[in-house]
Nanobody, 126 residues
């Protein structure tokens, strides 16, 4: 059973940086596609990016709104994925979730993910 535990997040001024962590205390971490999503108040959950240990996502994919500012990395030895967020903007404010799924298909679709972290708040002040 995959169990994802998130840490990091908080309050930062615009232009600042934060790093989120997502640790899997269950199954072999490297078997899964790992994704990051976020949800702002009153909005739907939004795909941010994804990474996999093998296949087409060994180079992480990012949505355009975060490309060049956010970086996904994985430490399979520690069963942990990271989301480094730089040059943060107020519009990045949201609850951020990590998630895991088997297979590369539809990695941008939240409903395709089987396992979710508890979420962590990121607030960017202007």
């Amino acid at each position: 059973q995959v169990q994802l535990v998130q840490s990091g997040g908080g309050l930062v001024q615009a232009g600042g940086s934060l790093r989120l962590s997502c640790a899997d205390s269950g199954r072999t971490f490297s078997n899964y596609v790992m994704g990051w999503f976020r949800q702002a108040p009153g909005k739907e959950r939004e795909f941010v990016g994804a990474s996999s240990w093998s296949g087409s996502l060994t180079t992480p994919y990012y949505v355009d709104s975060v490309k060049g500012r956010f970086t996904i990395s994985r430490d399979n030895a520690k069963n942990t994925m990271y989301l480094q967020m730089n040059s943060l903007k107020p519009e990045d404010t949201a609850v951020y979730y990590c998630a895991a799924k088997g297979g590369l298909r539809n990695y941008g679709v939240a409903s395709e993910y089987n396992y979710w972290g508890q979420g962590t708040q990121v607030t960017v002040s202007s």
